[in-house]
């Protein structure tokens, strides 16, 4: 056989000089890229999809709350009824529907049943109602969305000692087991007065709940709701006070029927509601801007948020209305719009106009430090200063705010916490101040004839800091707070100190002495000096190379919050997740190095929430904590934590425990 041409062939390409790819390979390559391309333009596109859903679907959640909330709050329960938004809400310039069915509910012959059909004869009481609200949007695909969610309303509220009656008659307060807050933020007010000897004396205890924001679609109009309890020791029950505060966008009306504020008033050694008060009485009145406000207090607040030259008062001294603003630097306006802000307590199952907040003192600290029982015994003697110093009309002393100022913390995040103290003796009548006063030296439960209450105010002040570029402090916009009771501060973030260099500046917070204190919205009272807000500042040191803690061994604490949704795509529920839900949550301590941290998983039982408990961690440990479960994800708002771990060791991001030894963390899992 003749293999000449081979051989020619095989000489030409053996000395053949290498030059690049071939035109084959080129196309190839192209190929494979293009491939590639074209599966990350997806993926981008899918997760760009993804996130739009999310946030469409977050909005329609909150526009379903702000309804339900309102259904909740309805003075008549007659007048809960179906119904759908005038216009469409528009937010992110996409345009969500709203509507709303009611549907009557009867308990009859121990069942409950939907509707009066075979219902002979028809109950004529309605025993409760359904609502479902339902929020309708097109997504970017062009698709129709729907999400609904349905709740029942009572028609007796859970607040009610009566069957909804609107008599001014003196009714029997309920009596409610005691449930704590038990929150470390919210340090309980002991109401007696220890420098006052009284032997064997019977005392009660007060605490706040943490204000929880809803914020209307309409416009940038907030509803604040919180509660404080007064728990008497000696009967062991509690006296719930439920509390709402408003901003609204207001019309004036001309002159028509509207109430006085509601008041309290001094029974023995107790206060009380006062039923003479709350009268109806010929005023200036307001309408509501129905287009901005889908709060349905601001019908209210507008109506009758009003004063004349009686002795009740909403707001400040005067024989006249007091003024209102459209701008707070323009001047007072008397007819057109006006902005308003109002105080709700619902009194005998309903929201009623009381006089309105005012802000005593403001004071500044870091979230931890009432980890040290020494503080809050010292804040706790603090307020109760500050309550008989504002009684007794007493300039108040600073330097009897207890020390709180940070010497030394390392590079990075920390929450702090505003907290005001509110005095309202503003709801009281002139007669019941005296013997406040008369007493206030004598009588060792003095306190508990004063309407006063300490309030996390962290969320809606103001903060600023001295030197941002060393360490910026957080003022995110407030936003509707879903998930309040897993993660306060991690829905809208302020107050969240985040350093970068080395060195001291000062933390200030601002709020206003008004409504808009709890709201905090802008101010509806011109601002002259600092009359209409206050201040409190604390000083903090960065230190990256902190002095050396303590030699030995240390411990962290994680409390896990657990999280689940229920029912269908269109009708989805967050509630709290079942005991049996956190069980065989998997720990796992990662290190580089040899140590024998130690982690143990305790799942929720009964009232004790889900916690890890991780001990035996060397001096300067660098390493992470991991918490896994097959479908379930886990966040914190905790500076150290990132993904699914809490990290620790002397960098940013990462926890010193030169710094502080025994950590106490707080995670949420959920399976959605």
């Known amino acids: 056989m003749n293999n000449n041409g081979d051989d020619i062939m ?29 599966g990350v333009t997806q993926l981008q596109k899918l997760y760009m999809q993804s996130s739009s859903q999310a946030t469409n679907r977050v909005v329609a959640m909150q526009l379903i709350r702000e309804q339900l909330d309102n259904a909740k709050i309805q003075d008549q329960f007659v007048n809960l009824m179906s119904g759908s938004d005038a216009a469409p809400i528009v937010d992110r310039n996409r345009r969500y529907t709203r509507d709303w069915v009611v549907i009557n509910r009867y308990y009859v012959n121990g069942q409950w049943q939907d509707g009066s059909n075979g219902l002979n004869p028809v109950p004529n009481t309605v025993d409760a109602k359904r609502v479902t609200v339902t929020i309708s949007w097109t997504d970017n695909k062009g698709e129709l969305q729907t999400l609904s969610q349905s709740e029942l309303v009572s028609g007796v509220s859970l607040h009610d000692s009566t069957n909804a009656t609107n008599a001014n008659t003196a009714i029997a307060k309920p009596k409610i087991p005691y449930t704590p807050i038990a929150s470390l933020e919210s340090p309980p007010t002991t109401l007696f007065d220890k420098n006052i000897q009284q032997p064997g004396l019977q005392y009660s205890s007060k605490e706040t709940s943490k204000p929880i924001p809803t914020i209307s679609k309409k416009g940038n109009y907030h509803r604040i709701n919180f509660e404080a ?42 206060l009380i509601n006062d039923v003479l008060s709350g009268q109806l009485i010929n005023k200036t009145i307001g309408t509501n801007d129905a287009t901005k406000n889908s709060d349905f207090l601001c019908t209210k607040c507008c109506d009758g948020h009003h004063d004349t030259n009686i002795v009740a008062r909403y707001t400040g001294a005067g024989s006249s209305n007091h003024p209102h603003f459209l701008d707070v630097n323009q001047a007072p306006v008397n007819s057109g719009n006006y902005l308003e802000a109002c105080r709700f307590k619902r009194i005998d199952g309903f929201y009623r106009l009381v006089p309105d907040w005012l802000l005593v003192d403001v004071i500044v600290m870091t979230q931890d430090f009432f980890n040290n029982p020494d503080n809050s015994e010292k804040y706790v003697d603090y307020v109760k200063y500050v309550v008989k110093a504002y009684v007794l009309g007493q300039a ?56 006063f209450y300490d309030i996390n105010l962290t969320q809606f002040a103001t903060w600023t800091s001295s030197k941002p570029s060393l360490a910026s402090v957080s003022n995110q916009p407030i936003q509707t707070d879903l998930n309040a009771s897993v993660g306060y501060y991690g829905t809208y973030s302020r107050g969240r100190l985040s350093s970068s260099q080395d060195g001291t500046t000062t933390i200030t917070a601002q709020i206003n002495t008004d409504n808009t204190g709890i709201t905090g919205s802008a101010s509806i ?97 660098i390493g992470s904590i991991r918490l896994s479960k097959a479908g379930y994800t886990f966040s914190s708002s905790a500076f150290n934590f990132t993904s699914d771990r809490f990290n620790f060791g002397s960098g940013g991001g990462q926890h010193d425990f030169n710094i502080q030894a025994t950590p106490t963390f707080n995670v949420s899992m959920q399976d959605f």
């Open 10 to 38: 095989n000489k030409f390409f053996s000395h053949r000089q290498p030059s690049g790819f071939s035109l084959i390979e080129v196309l190839i390559g192209i190929a494979i890229a293009g491939v590639g391309i074209i």
């Open 229 to 270: 309890v007064t728990f008497n020791h000696a009967k062991t029950t509690q006296t719930l006070e439920d509390f709402s505060t408003v901003n609204c966008s207001c019309s004036f009306a001309g002159i028509g029927d509207a109430p006085t504020p509601a008041m309290l008033t001094i029974e023995g050694d107790s």
């Open 396 to 451: 108040l002393d600073p330097l009897k705010k207890p020390s709180r100022d940070v010497s030394s913390m390392p590079v990075g995040d920390k929450q702090l916490i505003a907290r005001g103290i509110y005095v309202d003796i503003a709801s009281l009548a002139t007669d019941d101040i005296k013997t406040i006063k008369s007493q206030i030296n004598s009588n060792g439960k003095w306190l508990t004839l004063v309407p």
């Open 525 to 621: 009272i011109k601002q002259v000096a600092n009359k209409t807000y206050l201040t409190n500042s604390i000083n903090i040191t960065v230190n990256s190379n902190p002095p050396a803690g303590p030699k030995g061994k240390y411990s962290v604490r994680v409390d896990v919050a657990c999280l689940s949704q229920k029912g269908s795509a269109k009708n989805v529920s967050t509630l709290a997740c079942k005991a049996q839900d956190t069980a065989n949550v998997n720990v796992d301590a990662i290190t580089s190095i040899t140590s024998s941290v130690s982690c143990q998983y305790s799942a929720q039982s009964g009232k004790n929430t889900a916690f890890v408990s991780c001990n035996n961690i060397p001096q300067g440990w």
